[in-house]
């Protein structure tokens, strides 16, 4: 039954053209391998998440604390930015994802923890996770527990010179129409801090 659902979902994506997978003037780290803890079906592996192509997505088997990692050159990260199904789908599962970078030598930096929520209406669910421009050559988004790990495409950039500047002027990114940029991530504007 989850099998045909996500059938669904990717037949919608197939007609939606307009997911902007840029981040303002921040450049992107070519994402050079990416694998991933499993996969539900051979088309839908970590590669999957990074084709740009709003039709695919990579989806792992049920299992405990699944994960994507992906390496690449030696970068100063800034943002990993996470795209997932839109309009009430599968946003369960990314939910607590955590975000972790490391170095060639194995020194880590836990970047921060997705959270997520119901969307109502057609918005895309874009996760903007801070890494503050650490250096690292690999990224890992994992789950805890038993869980599908679920996502549409994964982007990995560069840290942006004065880019808190320029979210706080220009309103913070490109979060989805029923997001707002706060606390450093796309979240809905009642889970942000500071009395929203």
Sequence with gaps: MKYFLLIIVGSVFANKKDIDFSNGDCKEIKIEKA?????????????????????TFCHSKLEKNPWFMASFKKSEVGDVVIYNAYHSCCYEQLDRATVTISDSVGNKHKCGVVQTEPIDDNSDQIYFIDCKGHTATSMKIELPGERYLHMLEVKVFKKCEKKEEKDKKQGGGKCGAALTFCDGACKHIHMCSGGH
């Design 35 to 55: 694998t991933m803890s499993s996969e539900w079906d051979e088309k839908m592996g970590a590669e999957m998440a990074l084709d740009e192509d709003p039709a």
